[in-house]
C-alpha cells in the first residue's frame, strides 16, 4: 500500500525558510514522478513543482520559482520542498503526491495527509 | 483565477444525477488528459478519475468522466449523501509547464 507522510509544516516568520519532507513508502520511490500541491484556507488546490525520478527534471509555478527548491533522495525513498523568503500567502496545507504510475507525471495518484504552514509574525 | 474553470457549486437530491463542466484551452485541455479529484471535508485529495475516463481501482462506476475539445466533464449518478465534498479538475498546461487545477466545485446533496 502506497503510503505518504509529510513532516516540517509550522509556524514562520515572514521572510523566514522552512523545510517540509514526505517519507514515501509501499511502492519503488524511485520510478515515479514526485509532486508537491498547496491548500490556502478555504481555497482551492494549487500545484507548486513536480520532480522526475533521477532528479534531474523540475518544473515549478512561477509563484514560488526562485524561492522553493523541490529534492528527492532516492536512497531514502524521501521527497524534500525547501521554501525560503516565505510569505503569508504562502501560509497552507502542503501535500506530496505521486504519479498514478511510473510513467504518470501529472496524474496525481496518491496523496499524503498534509502538513500545515503558517507564515505569521 | 483558476486556468481551468469550474463552477462553484452544484447540487441535487440523492438519488440523483449531478455533471461539474471544467473549461479550458488547446494549451492544457485540449492536448493533455483530464483527472477529478475528489477531497471530503478535511481529508486530502483523491484521484477519482485518470486519463480522462479511467477508474481507478476502488472507485465506484457511479463516477464516470469525459473529454471533448477544451472541456471535461465529470458525471456522478446515485448521488450519495458520502459524496458530498469538493472535486477538482486537472492537468498538464503546456505553455505553463505545470499541472493546473480548476478552482473547485462543491456538490451538496439535498
Known amino acids: 500500500e502506497v503510503h505518504l507522510v509529510e513532516s516540517g509544516g509550522g509556524l514562520v516568520q515572514p521572510g523566514g525558510s522552512l523545510r517540509l519532507s514526505c517519507a514515501a513508502s509501499?511502492?519503488?520511490?524511485?520510478?515515479?514522478?514526485m509532486t508537491w500541491v498547496r491548500q490556502a484556507p478555504g481555497k482551492g488546490l494549487e500545484w507548486l513543482a513536480n520532480?522526475?525520478?533521477?532528479?534531474?527534471?523540475?518544473n515549478y509555478v512561477d509563484s514560488v520559482k526562485g524561492r522553493f527548491t523541490i529534492s528527492r533522495d532516492n536512497a531514502k525513498n524521501s521527497l524534500s520542498l525547501q521554501m525560503d523568503s516565505l510569505r503569508a500567502d504562502d501560509t497552507a496545507v502542503y501535500y506530496c503526491?505521486?504519479?498514478?504510475?511510473?510513467?504518470?507525471?501529472?496524474?496525481?495518484?496518491?496523496w499524503g495527509q498534509g502538513t500545515l504552514v503558517t507564515v505569521s509574525s | 483565477q483558476s486556468v481551468l474553470t469550474q463552477p462553484p457549486s452544484v447540487s441535487a437530491a440523492p438519488g440523483q444525477k449531478v455533471t461539474i463542466s471544467c473549461s479550458g484551452s488547446?494549451?492544457?485541455?485540449?492536448?493533455?488528459?483530464v483527472s477529478w479529484y475528489q477531497q471530503l471535508p478535511g481529508t486530502a485529495p483523491k484521484l477519482l478519475i485518470s486519463?480522462?475516463?479511467k477508474r481507478p481501482s476502488g472507485i465506484p462506476d457511479r463516477f464516470s468522466g469525459s473529454k471533448s475539445g477544451t472541456s471535461a466533464t465529470l458525471g456522478i449518478i446515485g448521488l450519495q449523501t458520502g459524496d458530498e465534498a469538493d472535486y477538482y479538475c486537472?492537468?498538464?498546461?503546456?505553455?505553463?509547464?505545470?499541472?493546473?487545477f480548476g478552482g473547485g466545485t462543491k456538490v451538496t446533496v439535498l
Open positions: 488547446s494549451s492544457n485541455i485540449g492536448n493533455n488528459y
Open positions: 486519463d480522462n475516463n
Open positions: 503526491a505521486t504519479g498514478l504510475g511510473v510513467t504518470y507525471r501529472y496524474t496525481l495518484g496518491y
Open positions: 486537472g492537468t498538464w498546461d503546456n505553455s505553463l509547464s505545470g499541472v493546473v
Open positions: 520532480i522526475n525520478q533521477d532528479g534531474s527534471e523540475k
Open positions: 509501499g511502492f519503488t520511490f524511485s520510478t515515479y514522478w
